[in-house]
């Protein structure tokens, strides 16, 4: 029989399309056959992936103390603010009873040993007052801070061994470079640590009788500190003052470690300007 030669052609065409569909000829003493396919396009996939997760982990493992260094480092990053100090003073670059530049006082001096103990907050030396058996008052006056319109905080150490009840010590400020003074409480302060523990007694001519004070035996260094508003255009200074009766002393009063400083204040944070839409 004759096959028309549209026919013959469309055979062919399919012999061709059925030889590259069928797979190749195995050899007999191959079991598991590999496809080409496999071996010639899956590989180098599976090598780059590989290469990727084996880079992933050897910069992790490089990258992690660094992390975690700079990390430490940069806890609570960016600070809210800085401080801003006004007056620090230790009474340390001194020799007793010298009391450092720009303080001053006619009866506490420099002290590095001696009652009440220990002598000093920070080593070597605080600033000390005895405590007589007579009627006494006694003052240590800061040097004139100048800042005004805001609200500074005070610290100081503050280790006392006062008759209790009958002698005792206060903090005062000034507004108007040492003119008048006036307790730091009536002067709107507020303690926040170490604040007044007792009043002193009216019977026996101290000059604090009435007020409230540190009075009594703090056992040691305490910390004392507190807020300040200050007016604004003034300056401050600030007096420690201990009064005594008339009768039965004891150890003193020591003062160590003075900082004022503007507290740490949250800074507005500005917000990214929008960006403007372009003109047409
Ligand atoms: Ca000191
Ligand atoms: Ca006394």
Redesign the pocket.
Known sequence: MTVPPNQALRANRCTFHARLRSPPAQSPMTSTPTPKYARSHLWPILSLLLFAIASVIALATIASPVVNREGSNLTGWPPPCDPVVLLTEYFDNVMPPALPPGWSSTTWVTSNSGVPTPPADTLLNSAFVD?P?TISDKQLISPNISFGGATVRVFFSNNFNL?EG??GGVLEVSFDNGLTFQDILTAGGTFIYGGYNGSISTCCGNPLAGREAWTGNSGGFIQSTANLPVPFGSTVMLRWRMG??N???DAGWRVDSVAVAVPCRTQPRLRPRPTPAPRP
Request: proline share 10%.
């Open positions: 405590d058996p008759q009958f002698d005594s009766d009768s039965v002393s």
